[in-house]
């Protein structure tokens, strides 16, 4: 069933759609990514201008995450007070983001910075969790265990320390603003909720235990999600809401198939899955910006007309 999609000024097929947002919701249920690093490069495939795909995916984030939030908040695996301390640099993220957003696209360069910020971030952090994540399952698999992530380094030696209880943490408060800022950033200018940099920060670097993160990370990713997609609403005027609709059905019923998945398998096989993930959607988008340059140019060309 094909439908127009009046701010996006293109036809799509309503059922393409769905599948779509039901595949990214069991993803973010799965691993506490908010899934737009698969779904804005699938929305830019399939013909949507990529100013449109990042402001209308962050809003079917929303619900995707809330979805999977209440699947984690039933097993008391969100760390309240820990994402309240990431939504504070969010926002602040989120803000400058979206002035830069707009800056870029008044001066017709927005495309070309969406595409290359998706292969830079996507590339490093889906190699960095690669190889962590093998390296953890040759332990479990030799008979050895994972030990666990509690080595006194430089976070720890900073001021404004605070305990976090569900995480069995007293660090600074620091290192998280500073990680939700860079997410609030990444949320504005590529559509996405940021998870796929949050949740190995949560894990590797603030040593949050894997059980808490994925909760607290989709806890997150609501509020800086929602704060964006308002800012681009009103400043852009670039959220189709019929795309967000269809996107949102989906994303709901799949944060409730991917939150049981999630919970049967290993947290290091989880890991896995997502690097080799993130590192194929990375691929992709690296391959088209290598071999198809003419032709996105003249999108991108075309979306600003």
Known sequence: MQIYLPIAEVSVNAFL????GGIVGILSGMFGVGGGFLMTPLLFFIGIPPAVAVATEANQIVASSFSGVLAHLK???VDLRMGVVLLIGGLIGAAL???LFNALKSIGQVDLLVKLSYVVFLGIIGSLMFVESLRALMKTRGGTTVPTRRKHTWVHNLPFKIKFRTSG???SVIPPILVGILVGVLAAIMGVGGGFV?????????????KVVVGTSLFQII???????LLHATTNYTVDMGLAVLLLIGGVVGAQIGARIGVKLKAEQLRVLLALMVLVVCGKLGLDLLI?????????QAGGH
């Open 169 to 171: 943490l007293y660090i």
């Open 17 to 20: 759609l769905l599948g779509l």
């Open 292 to 300: 198809q340059p003419a032709e996105l140019y003249e999108i991108g």
């Open 75 to 77: 097993r008391k695996t």
């Open 198 to 210: 949050m949740v190995p920060a949560m894990i590797y670097l603030l040593g949050m235990p894997t």
């Open 223 to 229: 509020f800086v999600t929602a704060f964006t997609t």
């Open 97 to 99: 983001g979206v002035q």
